[in-house]
């Protein structure tokens, strides 16, 4: 089914992260209502009312995304990282410090969950006609299976090792998981109801501790290679470094990636070596890690910074990306893509070749080539549901063409890929 229609959900109070889960089996009747497969997970981050997990499942037949189990959690909610092979298990990071209360005594932890398993007798249409989007009962989530406390400021990344790692020797010695906290980068294999760590590296001095309010900063995301599964690239101020698992050194680095801080990195799925970043600058660079001295090519991307962009994992001819300007910009990247797609005709989409230096909110560094052929790398479309700074992306892990991004206040988009646009891929 082709949709273009976004679909919303509410949870009227801040949250900050969202992403995507696995693929589960769909039971008859979910085949038989129009449930689609595209599942994510929100978490809150309120001082002052409890926390909860929604699992959000996309309705195509009525175009709706509603809730499918409300969780009760214990904490505020400044991340989750789903499996990306169990649906029931995911982390999260969480503050325990109440409002008015330093981190002293408290400080930030990761836990390790198994979702409960949702009633069946529960309708969630029926929830959402009844009780609005907040109406779906409200759950416990129950105990943690682990817990890494002791953490003085958030996890700004919490990576599983990506589908197909196999055991650890196949990983070249790399452990199961990997967080990215207080200036640390450690990788861990999870066992015994614990995490075991398996190896440090500190990533950027000074970054250890500051609590919520600067938490991120110093080194605010990364992002495991799909390609080489014993390398994570991580994000410390301006510049962007890659990590070897096995040995817990530095093996390539982007000194000064941008001119102000990194906010966000993602590997090509399909083409190795190859990295997408965002910054406060405004823009998203496109890196061969093989030659990291410049970038291959260069979008000014939004007009504030640029929170988050991911790739598509099915076609990487395509990213979206979040700003805190509350828009989400839907981009057609052939050019650096591992398909470079061709285009018989003039493209009417936003967004065509300018100068990646100016001040206009679609330019490109770099065009593509006319006399072969290739499509030009466009903006394809930009969605402007939000109304407060853009936090989080994900896309479908069963969809390729369904995206969600979530804001600030609370508000979840999801949208979908034009369908002129899944024609220049497919066919």
Known sequence: MFS????TYNLKRPVRCI????????????????????RFVVGTCSLREPNELHVLGFHEESNELLCHQALSHPDEIWGVGPSPTDPSLLVTCSNGAKAGQSNGG??????????????????????HVMGGERGHPLEPIGEPIAELGGLKG???????????????SSRGGAGEFVTLADGLLKQWNLGDGRFQEAGSATICEGAQGGGATTAGRGAPAAAWDPHRLVEVATAASCSVTCWDLRTMKATTSV???????????????????????CGEDRLIKFWDLRRPNAPVKTI??????????????FHDQLLVSG???????????????????LEPEDDDADGLDGDAGGDGGGGFGGGSNGST???????VRTFDEHEDSVYSLAWSASDAWVMASLSYDGLVVLNHVPSTEKYKILL
């Open 300 to 313: 000014v991307g939004h007009d504030h910074w640029v929170n988050t962009v991911k790739y598509n994992r």
């Open 4 to 7: 273009s229609a976004s679909s």
């Open 373 to 379: 052929g290739e499509a030009a790398d466009i903006r």
């Open 106 to 127: 408290v400080g930030f932890k990761v836990s390790l969950w198994r979702l409960p398993t949702p009633d069946p007798n529960d309708d969630p249409l029926h929830e």
């Open 154 to 168: 958030a996890a700004t990344a919490m990576l599983w090792s990506p589908p197909g790692g196999g055991s650890t």
């Open 255 to 277: 000194a000064e990636a941008h001119r102000f801080a990194v906010r966000d990195l993602d590997y090509n799925p399909n083409k190795p070596f190859c990295l997408a970043t």
């Open 19 to 38: 992403a995507a889960l696995a693929p589960q089996e769909e039971s008859p009747e979910e085949q038989q209502g129009g449930i689609s497969s595209s």
């Open 323 to 341: 700003s805190s300007d509350c828009m989400v910009h839907l981009w057609r990247v052939s050019s650096v893509s591992s398909a470079p797609l």
